[in-house]
């Protein structure tokens, strides 16, 4: 390692297929000038170094009965290792979680991700053996689109998506780590009412962006 990787800030971005960068509707994957980890490295500029861990359908710490390899506790660990030492590590997951399938409350969600919170605190992942930084994103809600197909899918998930928010933002407090709220201001596809537009990553891209320069102010 040269003086200058060392020197690099490392931030892990760890979230479901809006990380990951699926196209609304599901038709393939945007590429990595416009998905947000994208846009975000561009942001930060040559002092940082975004590292994309996005898989469509990840959960918290639910297995799914249908899809496999899901279970975002499961790979969380394996993944900080590979990793580190890591800077910060952005998490942002639980909107599969409300699918009808796990039926779960929107506190069982938070706790979910406070479980992941707590991991990632008790890891040697940071640098010096310490833990990173978390910054803990709540997931866009979900637009409700007409579609019976995403209604049976998600049921009450629908509506609960917008409580999620502020069960997030009290873990955070919980746990003494950073929160992002993006709230309404990205633009979702209404192909599906789940994924971000090139124009909703941009805008991610950006609220992060002002999030980590207020954590890290040097930088």
Same mark, same amino acid.
């Given at each position: 390692?040269?003086? +200058?990787?060392?020197?690099?800030?490392?931030?892990?971005?760890?979230?479901?297929?809006?990380?990951?960068?699926?196209?609304?509707?599901?038709? @393939?994957?945007?590429?990595?000038?416009?998905?947000?980890? @994208?846009?975000?490295?561009?942001?930060?500029?040559?002092?940082?170094?975004?590292? /994309?861990?996005g898989?469509?359908? +990840?959960?918290?710490?639910?297995?799914?009965?249908?899809?496999? %390899?899901? =279970?975002?506790?499961?790979?969380?660990?394996?993944?900080l290792?590979?990793?580190?030492?890591?800077?910060?590590?952005?998490?942002m997951?639980?909107?599969?979680?409300?699918?009808?399938?796990?039926?779960?409350?929107?506190c069982?969600?938070?706790?979910?991700?406070? =479980?992941?919170?707590?991991?990632?605190?008790?890891?040697?992942?940071?640098?010096?053996?310490?833990?990173?930084?978390?910054?803990?994103?709540?997931?866009?809600?979900?637009?409700?689109? @007409?579609?019976?197909?995403?209604?049976?899918?998600?049921g009450?998930?629908?509506? =609960?998506?917008?409580?999620?928010? /502020?069960?997030?933002?009290?873990?955070?407090?919980? =746990?003494?780590? %950073?929160?992002?709220?993006?709230?309404?201001?990205?633009?979702?596809g209404?192909?599906?009412?789940?994924?971000?537009?090139?124009?909703?990553?941009? +805008?991610?891209?950006? +609220?992060?962006?002002?999030?980590?320069?207020?954590?890290?102010?040097?930088?």
């Amino acid at each position: 390692m040269d003086g +200058r990787e060392a020197a690099l800030r490392n931030v892990l971005c760890y979230g479901d297929s809006n990380t990951y960068g699926m196209i609304p509707g599901m038709t @393939g994957r945007f590429p990595r000038d416009v998905r947000w980890t @994208g846009v975000l490295q561009k942001l930060l500029g040559s002092e940082w170094y975004v590292i /994309e861990e996005g898989l469509g359908g +990840r959960t918290t710490v639910w297995d799914d009965p249908i899809e496999e %390899f899901k =279970n975002g506790k499961t790979y969380l660990l394996p993944c900080l290792d590979s990793h580190k030492p890591l800077d910060l590590v952005i998490i942002m997951l639980g909107t599969n979680d409300l699918k009808k399938r796990f039926s779960l409350s929107v506190c069982d969600i938070a706790y979910g991700m406070e =479980n992941l919170v707590k991991t990632i605190l008790k890891s040697d992942a940071g640098a010096g053996g310490a833990a990173p930084q978390v910054l803990l994103a709540a997931p866009v809600p979900i637009l409700d689109i @007409g579609s019976r197909e995403w209604r049976m899918l998600f049921g009450d998930g629908i509506g =609960n998506s917008r409580l999620l928010a /502020e069960e997030y933002r009290q873990v955070a407090s919980r =746990n003494g780590i %950073f929160f992002l709220d993006p709230g309404q201001e990205i633009e979702i596809g209404r192909e599906d009412g789940l994924h971000y537009t090139q124009k909703g990553h941009r +805008r991610m891209a950006e +609220r992060i962006a002002e999030k980590i320069h207020e954590i890290y102010p040097d930088g």
